[in-house]
């Protein structure tokens, strides 16, 4: 092969660059955070025909000059979270995550059409998700949230009650961490940061140490990063509600991002149901005789629309 007769045959530079495994820790201004193997962090550029590149990817990089590294191929990903960036271009989010927990509060009140949007932008994608209730300390989180919460265990989503402030359900939390990659995805004020802090005590040390060894001066929260918990596990904090949009769903793929829908969807009268005023839809009947959450299926109607549209509302 003409690549290998150009080999060069005393030892140089190609014997130290075998790739080796990394993983993105987070982006910085001028490259990647990439975690190596053995712990060390370090700076890393990457090839613009390796295209996107998301914090949670795997990735072999070889080492350049000084404590730097080149992104040389990024490893199959078993999911991938994007969101709308400016002039249109889909932004990389999260790769490889198993789940991400949906944080809702009693206060503020919850925003239930952001919840069915990151559901089902889950559902899309292949991952899974869970309700955190958080403040479980506050009297209110017995009240009308529980009601709605309903709806959702119904269709099979766990929801699950926590508190940053009391610690209530942080245990369990922190088992269900371990071996997984997951994300924290919620409205602003119901608790994320709060709940990361507790999950994650080490944390301001560890971005300490992201600016320290890529070089580059403070390492800014304001862009995604994948944190180990010391129990197990690793946890992407990405600040923000519109970590993931609709970005990669269209209205046709909306439905069966709505997991109660499934049985309905194939016994509509026409296969291009819209499941809107559609004659002989089965969405619908399922919703007027109570099959279908009559909430969740308005909402449904208005996250369609927004698609449609291409209003999905500017939420940083
Ligand atoms: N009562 C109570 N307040 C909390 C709890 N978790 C967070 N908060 C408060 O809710 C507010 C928003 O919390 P924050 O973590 O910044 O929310 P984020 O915007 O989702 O990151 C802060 O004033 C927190 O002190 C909790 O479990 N119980
Ligand atoms: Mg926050
Ligand atoms: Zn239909």
């Known amino acids: 092969m003409a690549g290998?007769?150009?080999?060069?045959?005393?030892p140089g530079p190609v014997a130290t660059?075998?790739?080796?495994p990394g993983l993105v820790i987070s982006h910085l201004g001028k490259g990647l955070a990439v975690e190596a193997?053995?712990?060390?962090?370090?700076?890393?550029?990457?090839?613009?025909?390796?295209?996107?590149i998301a914090v949670g990817d795997r990735v072999l990089?070889?080492?350049?000059?000084?404590?730097?590294?080149r992104v040389e191929e990024i490893l199959p990903r078993r999911s991938l979270l994007a969101r709308p960036g400016y002039g249109g271009k889909l932004r990389y989010v999260a790769a490889n995550l198993d789940r991400v927990y949906v944080v809702i509060a009693p206060r503020p009140e919850p925003d239930w059409l952001l919840v069915d949007q990151y559901l089902a932008v889950c559902q899309h994608r292949g991952?899974?998700?869970?309700?955190l209730l958080n403040k479980a300390d506050l009297p209110e989180s017995d009240g009308a949230v529980q009601k709605a919460l309903d709806d959702y265990r119904h269709i099979g989503y766990p929801v699950e009650?926590?508190?940053?402030?009391s610690g209530l359900g942080l245990d369990r939390l922190h088992r269900q961490l371990a071996e997984h990659c997951s994300m924290l995805a919620g409205q602003s004020g119901v608790g994320k940061s709060s709940l990361t802090n507790a999950l994650l005590p080490e944390r301001n040390l560890r971005i300490g140490e992201i600016?320290?060894?890529?070089?580059?001066?403070?390492?800014?929260t304001t862009t995604a990063t994948l944190y180990h918990v010391p129990s197990g596990g690793d946890l992407i904090d990405s600040p923000g509600v519109a970590v993931f949009g609709l970005a990669q769903i269209d209205e046709r793929e909306l439905p069966a991002g709505y997991r109660e829908f499934q049985p309905f969807l194939d016994r509509c009268?026409?296969?291009d149901c819209r499941h809107v005023d559609d004659k002989g839809c089965a969405v619908r009947d399922a919703t007027e005789s109570g099959s279908v959450s009559a909430e969740r299926y308005r909402r449904y109607l208005k996250l369609r629309e927004r698609l449609v549209s291409g209003t999905e509302p500017d939420y940083d």
């Open 61 to 69: 990089w070889i080492p350049c000059e000084g404590d730097q590294g």
């Open 211 to 220: 600016s320290a060894k890529s070089g580059l001066g403070r390492h800014t």
């Open 17 to 20: 660059s075998e790739a080796k």
């Open 269 to 271: 009268r026409f296969n």
């Open 4 to 10: 290998k007769d150009r080999r060069p045959i005393a």
């Open 37 to 52: 193997d053995d712990g060390r962090i370090l700076l890393c550029h990457t090839r613009r025909r390796l295209g996107g």
């Open 127 to 131: 991952i899974a998700a869970e309700i």
């Open 161 to 165: 009650t926590v508190s940053a402030k």
